[in-house]
């Protein structure tokens, strides 16, 4: 069981807590090992191998292959790991961030709104707000 917590009720949030680390730690140490150039090469030549050699779960190894960005972070991947692969894939952050908004937002609109200041707080405070807005 997971135990409840205040920020589980903020949209959009996956907050890095002990929980999430644990569940992530085989994707995060897949993302990680693309720091070194033979890891990269390795995984660009057989993606589903080199995978095999880190025992995630099917959910996560499906993630990684269709670049799911979302869903790694609701998987247990820390940004600043998952970031990796979409560096090694030629992405930007802006690119990154637009895919985890989970609205279909394209990079553009992405760069529009943090220039804008970011998400509006409107229905974005908590997921009670939004079942009641």
Wanted: some cysteine; hydrophobic content about 35%.
């Amino acid at each position: 069981m997971i135990p409840e917590r205040d920020y589980h009720d903020i949209p959009g949030t996956y907050v890095f807590d002990g929980l999430h680390c644990r569940k992530g730690y085989h994707l995060n140490m897949f993302c990680k090992s693309l720091d070194l150039a033979q890891n990269r090469t390795s995984f660009r030549e057989d993606p589903t191998a080199y995978l095999g050699s880190y025992p995630m779960t099917a959910e996560q190894v499906r993630a990684v292959l269709e670049r799911d960005w979302l869903e790694m972070l609701r998987l247990g991947g820390n940004i600043y790991y998952t970031f990796k692969l979409a560096i090694f894939d030629g992405l930007t952050m802006q690119h990154a961030g637009a895919a985890m908004s989970g609205t279909g937002m394209t990079v553009d609109e992405f760069r529009t709104m943090m220039l804008a200041g970011g998400r509006p707080m409107t229905l974005n405070r908590s997921k009670k707000e939004r079942s009641h807005g």
